[in-house]
């Protein structure tokens, strides 16, 4: 993105180009699977908006990634039909989201992380930041945070030139 912010057509844009993603919906779940919610909201910052990433720092008591900064997220239920309900209930359970505040916009492919477990991110849009009243579950976060999502735009960017953030913002 040209600076650090955004205007309506640019959250469009974004959200046109996770819409276009491939989506990939599990039909069989691998044993250890898991989602993760990237949850998107926009905030008056300054004089413009931003696009903000909700994030979580892991409390240091847990076995698995202690201390770490985090995506709301986690191993998939039983009854858990899909990985959109893996996502929404571990963000309901670790930072206390109401599902009905966030707009699921895609699925993208799922990875394996260093541990072996399959993770699938879910791409969501908080429409009321207000309205989210963070609830943090002190066995499992230590915190929540946002940063901006232009962070790890820039991140792509230079990782993988060929990343369309044209197609997001024109500068």
């Not at 691998?30 to 909201?41: D, E």
């Not at 300054?46 to 240091?60: A, G």
């Amino acid at each position: 993105m040209s600076s650090t912010t955004t205007d309506s057509t640019e959250l469009q844009n974004l959200i046109k180009l996770f819409q276009n993603c491939q989506t990939h919906p599990r039909q069989h779940f691998p044993a250890k699977s898991s989602a993760v919610l990237v949850c998107l909201y926009q905030e008056q910052r300054e004089d413009k908006n931003e696009l903000r990433v909700i994030l979580t720092k892991r409390s240091t008591t847990l076995s698995s990634h202690p201390g770490e900064v985090a995506l709301p997220g986690g191993k998939r239920d039983q009854e858990d039909k899909d990985d959109i309900a893996t996502a929404l209930r571990e963000a309901r359970e670790e930072i206390g989201l109401d599902p009905s505040l966030v707009t699921i916009i895609s699925v993208l492919e799922p990875f394996v992380n260093k541990k072996g477990m399959s993770v699938a991110p879910v791409i969501g849009f908080l429409h009321d930041k207000k309205a989210f009243k963070q609830l943090p579950n002190p066995a499992e976060v230590e915190e929540i945070f946002d940063v901006p999502l232009e962070m790890f735009l820039k991140v792509l960017e230079l990782e993988n030139p060929l990343f369309p953030l044209n197609s997001i913002a024109k500068p």
